[in-house]
């Protein structure tokens, strides 16, 4: 079961970023009406709505380098909590930016996942 589950965080994290890096506005697939961002502090709610906050970022290409996932089963049925930690390169900036990032992935009934919750920070400092 856990080796189950970290397969499932871990395939789901390289889906999720390199949607993101390279088709961003093809994450709405990912989310549901119910699905609820909260990005760097703003509650963000509904797939459309959090797919319009993540096609509005003001960077159009960036390159996530992910330092590590941590996965573990929740209480919903199936469900999972994702915990992703890293950096995230934007063109023509010397620096990377730390980030944290959450997810609660939630199974549908055609048997794949759907993010419930995503909470995203960047880590400062």
Same mark, same amino acid.
């Given at each position: 079961m856990e080796e189950q589950v970290e397969m499932v965080g871990r395939a789901f994290v390289d889906h999720y970023y390199l949607l993101f890096d390279s088709d961003r506005a093809? #994450? +709405?697939s990912l989310y549901q009406p119910t699905s609820m961002l909260s990005f760097e502090g703003q509650k963000i709610f509904g797939? /459309? /709505?959090i797919s319009s906050k993540l096609n @509005? #970022?003001?960077f159009d290409q960036c390159k996530h380098l992910i330092s590590t996932i941590d996965s573990q089963p929740s209480s919903i049925t199936g469900g999972i909590v994702v915990f992703v930690s890293g950096s995230l390169q934007l063109p023509g900036e010397e620096h990377h930016l730390r980030f944290s990032q959450m997810f609660h992935l939630i199974p549908t009934p @055609?048997? +794949? %996942? %759907?993010? @419930?919750?995503d909470i995203f920070? #960047?880590?400062y400092g």
């Open positions: 093809s #994450l +709405s797939a /459309d /709505d @509005q #970022l003001p @055609q048997g +794949s %996942f %759907f993010v @419930q919750n920070r #960047l880590n």
